[in-house]
């Protein structure tokens, strides 16, 4: 398979100024690397793209046992940890340790949709769910599915 290209993804805190997203996207990618610099995946981005897309999180609010609740950077977090996709956070000491960054790298099947286009059902399949899994496989599997949904219809942070 030849080389595809990568991006890194990252959702901020909305609650911070631009500069301090730009900041914590700094300070996540840095724990990236301290956690993932050893991995070849991460190794080709570094060596050939180094893109990085800052995206906003929403709100952050620790997880609230008593009513289930949490915030939207939690629930990010949440969800690339059940489909098990590598990422890195970063909880700002200056803010009482609140999360203000989350970030994951990904290849061009997640975010180019020209090259990979949405799945679209078909009307007359004889077995859409097969045909539904044969889309995700064929864009990279299950955490590349999880990461298109994460970061479709986000906004550039501001």
Request: proline content about 4%.
């Amino acid at each position: 398979m030849e080389k595809m290209e990568q991006r890194m993804y990252f959702f901020v805190n909305r609650s911070l100024s631009p500069i301090q997203k730009g900041i914590q996207a700094g300070h996540c990618a840095l724990e990236y690397a301290r956690i993932y610099h050893n991995d070849e995946y991460y190794k080709s981005f570094i060596e050939n793209d180094k893109t990085w897309i800052i995206l906003e999180g929403g709100t952050s609010q620790d997880h609230d046992l008593l009513f289930g609740t949490c915030g939207d950077m939690e629930e990010i977090v949440d969800i690339l940890e059940w489909a098990g996709v590598p990422h890195a956070t970063f909880r700002e000491p200056d803010v009482n340790y609140a999360l203000t960054t989350v970030c994951f790298l990904c290849d061009e099947r997640v975010w180019d949709k020209e090259q990979y286009p949405d799945y679209v059902p078909n009307p007359e399949s004889i077995d859409e769910e097969r045909d539904s899994e044969e889309w995700v496989y064929s864009i990279g599997g299950l955490q590349n599915d999880v990461m298109r949904g994460l970061i479709d219809g986000k906004r550039l942070a501001s």
